[in-house]
């Protein structure tokens, strides 16, 4: 019935807007978005576990 509505579950980082719309959703800078999908990919669920692994070490350089 809802395979009309498509689900997003890749983040275009090449669209400055997409990346903007990943960051508020994932609670994160844009700037850790880009981050991520260079580490993990496109794919929305690998860099939200991404991002959620790095989470309590914010900032730190690796």
Do not use: C
């Amino acid at each position: 019935m809802s395979d009309h509505f498509n689900r997003v579950t890749h983040i275009n980082p090449d669209d400055p807007h997409d990346v903007a719309l990943w960051a508020l959703v994932l609670d994160v800078t844009p700037a850790s978005v880009y981050a991520a999908v260079a580490e993990v990919g496109t794919d929305a669920e690998a860099v939200q576990a991404h991002l959620m692994g790095k989470s309590s070490s914010a900032g730190s350089g690796g």
